[in-house]
């Protein structure tokens, strides 16, 4: 390579160098991004949807008993929670309980199945 075409080089580098260190910032600006948006947290709560499959069919076993009047009141009253929240668990799919009123729940539902009361 002749002295001319290797200056060239040296010159076509050097106007890239600003060009390279821009993009390698904003590809770790991206990343942690990325991270933060894709990374759970370690304990985090999980949401209701495809990847709680077992929250899925209790929601289907419990939805048909809430469907007369005043029943997700009164499993709210039982659970100790308001009724929107009820509502936002088995209707708008929104939201699980803690493990403790998941457990209250399936008693709930095991005494209903048996045709006892609640509450």
Known sequence: MSLYAMARVDRALRRMDPLVILAEELARAARRTHNKLTRRR???T??????????????HSVAPLLRPWGE?????????VPPQRVHDYFVRRTAAPD???????????????????PG
Do not use: D, Y
């Not at 999980?46 to 899925?56: C, F, V």
């Not at 539902?109 to 045709?115: D, I, W």
């Open 42 to 44: 370690r304990g985090s």
């Open 72 to 80: 997700q009141s009164r499993l709210a009253r039982i659970l100790g």
């Open 46 to 59: 999980r949401r209701p949807g495809a990847a709680t499959p077992l929250w899925n069919a209790l929601v």
């Open 99 to 117: 493990a403790e009123r998941t457990l209250q729940l399936m008693h709930w539902l095991v005494l209903r199945r048996q045709g006892l009361n």
